[in-house]
Nanobody, 125 residues
């Protein structure tokens, strides 16, 4: 089992940058694929980015390609989401998630097993 705790969310201006962190418990962190999702009610939770066990494979939603970067540090059980050129419509609660198998097609929230509590990102113009 994996427990996840996100941090780093805050108020940022349009065009600004922010780095989110997700700290995982458990010695098997490196065997999980990790993902970031976001949700702004009343919308459904949507896929943002994912990274494989080793970090060698990544996947991004089209809307964030070229602006967001996902990375992981298996030695410190942490996954990051670097977000640049933020837009006001990206205001949401950002969630970290984990699943056992890496699958580039796993882009829906139902395909992930473990979730953090979320961190609020507010992009203000």
């Amino acid at each position: 089992q994996v427990q996840l705790v996100e941090s780093g969310g805050r108020l940022v201006q349009t065009g600004g940058s922010l780095r989110l962190s997700c700290a995982a418990s458990g010695r098997t962190f490196s065997s999980y694929a990790m993902g970031w999702f976001r949700q702004a009610p009343p919308k459904e939770r949507e896929f943002v980015a994912a990274i494989s066990w080793t970090g060698g494979s990544t996947n991004y939603a089209d809307s964030v390609k070229g602006r967001f970067t996902i990375a992981r540090d298996n030695a410190n059980n942490t996954v990051y989401l670097q977000m640049n050129s933020l837009k006001s419509e990206e205001t949401a609660v950002y969630y970290c998630a984990a699943r056992r198998e890496w699958n580039k097609k796993a882009t829906t929230f139902t395909q992930y097993t473990y979730w953090g509590q979320g961190t609020q990102v507010t992009v203000s113009s």
